[in-house]
């Protein structure tokens, strides 16, 4: 295993260092790839920045303890998906090129709405950083207990280790080193996720439907928390789960309007032509890796149920099932498609973090005049001072994956989804509504998870997820003050015009 995991840091590393000689000359180059990459590789990227340590991880383990009741997790997800090729990809990629070329989304917003005080890109900004520092956390501890589990190593050494390579490669690489090892780590996550649940359901003595509808809990769950547990058929769609629960989970599918690591690759690819090809191979992807980790869930529970093996940490299930059914040098292949779906979101996000704190703040507020060398410098500083924060972030050894995700994946989709949807398509938005949108967004999610605020006992995003009212909230006030307050002026209109033109 070891060998194995060894093979793909020096292909990861080696990828960066041909990035580094490639692009990284100028600052679009570093955070945008030149606006150059074929779809193929743009879609696989965005697929493997989106689908992090919580597709091998995260959701296999909430399957394994909840059974089918979370898989509409993973069907909002796919439908939010395929709406953000259709409803975004395109239009952002024009709109960011006309207008004045922005290469992040805090530029974009700035630049759409005549944004000339910086307002809209400073508070986009501070949003992404907030939110992605939490979601960049996820990743390491993801990291983390990978290399506990599988290699003996302690959770602090883990975390420096999985971080350690991923700045190497995107602070010297940038952007094109991120797609082009977000590429290879989407075949690697690919493959994988196929594959152990094929072998896991070979391996299997007993019909996998006999075996999970007479599921004893007390086997998978070694410190069971709640006694209505026991009474969940892990085959039941429903079982556990209100009409408010499913929506919730479905309500996933929103957040990717808003994500900046996935739409920044709408913007990234060489041609808004190269948009259905992109959108059918990365559609394509998500749907059988969707698949296959809701499987890796259901049918690591039959297989633990039939082996009687303990398992004290339910989001390490792909963990056990590689080393348990596989031989060691095909099991090291496996837990690297772990480190490719950590890294390859790590790395997107650390490069936006990057992006926002050298074009939106360094730029605007300390150096106007920064040369092009200069901001690419800022850019890998600011990429190593996120991961040093992220790692500290990461040092408590419960934090749950899909939490952190679930919390981050909530501000970006309320603060940023309806922002960037509208803008798109209404004409009459203006400054006014888009600041109004981002702020009720993030301060909803804000309130809904750390508000000490209950109905019947329960805190408010444990009765519904917290992307549905920030989403909600959000379009509302877009909608209300931009028509409480005056049109946006005539250069907007005739640029959102000149938009609607070129599609």
């Not at 907030?130 to 975390?159: C, D, N, Q, R």
């Not at 629960?245 to 990717?256: F, M, P, T």
């Not at 209109?493 to 070129?502: A, K, P, Q």
Request: with cysteine; hydrophobic share 50%; net charge negative.
């Amino acid at each position: 295993m070891i060998i194995s995991l060894g093979l793909y840091f020096v292909v990861m590393l080696g990828i960066g260092f041909y990035a580094y000689k490639q692009s990284t000359g100028d600052v679009s180059g570093y955070m945008l790839g030149g606006r150059n990459l074929p779809p193929s590789v743009a879609a696989l990227s965005a697929g493997a920045s989106d689908m992090s340590g919580w597709l091998l991880m995260g959701l296999p383990g909430a399957m394994y303890l909840f059974g089918l009741s979370k898989v509409w997790i993973a069907i909002g997800l796919v439908v939010g998906a395929w709406a953000n090729y259709f409803l975004v990809a395109p239009r952002l990629r024009v709109y960011t090129e006309k207008a004045n070329d922005s290469i992040t989304i805090p530029d974009y917003f700035s630049n759409r709405f005549a944004d000339n005080k910086n307002i809209l890109r400073v508070i986009s900004a501070i949003v992404i950083i907030v939110f992605f520092t939490l979601y960049t956390s996820s990743g390491v501890v993801a990291g983390g207990k990978l290399f506990e589990s599988s290699f003996g190593m302690s959770y602090e050494m883990g975390l420096y280790v999985t971080t350690s390579v991923v700045v190497v490669y995107t602070l010297f690489g940038g952007f094109l080193a991120v797609s082009l090892t977000d590429f290879v780590q989407g075949c690697i996550m690919f493959i994988s996720l196929l594959a152990v649940p094929i072998v896991t359901y070979t391996m299997l003595d007993q019909p996998v439907l006999d075996t999970l509808s007479s599921a004893s809990y007390d086997l998978l769950l070694s410190s069971p928390k709640e006694d209505e547990i026991h009474s969940l058929n892990m085959l039941d769609w429903f079982a556990g789960g209100s009409t408010i629960a499913i929506i919730s989970a479905l309500a996933w599918g929103l957040g990717y309007f808003g994500q900046p690591h996935i739409i920044v690759r709408f913007m990234s690819v060489r041609s808004v032509k190269d948009m259905p090809a992109m959108r059918r191979i990365g559609m394509s992807w998500m749907t059988l890796s969707a698949i296959g980790s809701v499987l890796t869930g259901l049918f690591g529970a039959a297989f633990i149920i039939e082996n009687q093996m303990p398992l004290e940490d339910k989001e390490t299930i792909f963990l056990v099932l590689s080393e348990v059914v596989f031989h060691p040098l095909i099991a090291g292949f496996l837990l690297a498609a772990i480190l490719a779906a950590i890294m390859s979101t790590i790395s997107s996000q650390l490069l936006v973090c990057s992006s926002s704190l050298t074009e939106d703040f360094y730029k605007i507020y300390l150096h106007r005049d920064a040369s092009q060398k200069e901001l690419v410098s800022v850019g890998r500083i600011s990429v190593l001072l996120v991961a040093l924060f992220a790692i500290y972030l990461a040092y408590d050894r419960d934090s749950s994956i899909l939490d952190l995700v679930s919390n981050a994946w909530a501000g970006f989709g309320a603060a940023f989804g309806p922002l960037v949807l509208i803008s798109l398509y209404w004409k009459r938005m203006n400054f006014y509504g888009a600041l109004a949108g981002m702020v009720v967004g993030a301060l909803t999610v804000l309130v809904w998870i750390y508000a000490p605020i209950t109905i019947d006992g329960k805190a408010l995003s444990s009765v519904v997820y917290e992307i549905i009212p920030g989403f909600i909230l959000s379009s509302i006030a877009i909608v209300v003050v931009s028509l409480a307050t005056p049109a946006p002026d005539d250069e907007i209109v005739e640029l959102f015009d000149e938009v609607e033109r070129l599609l």
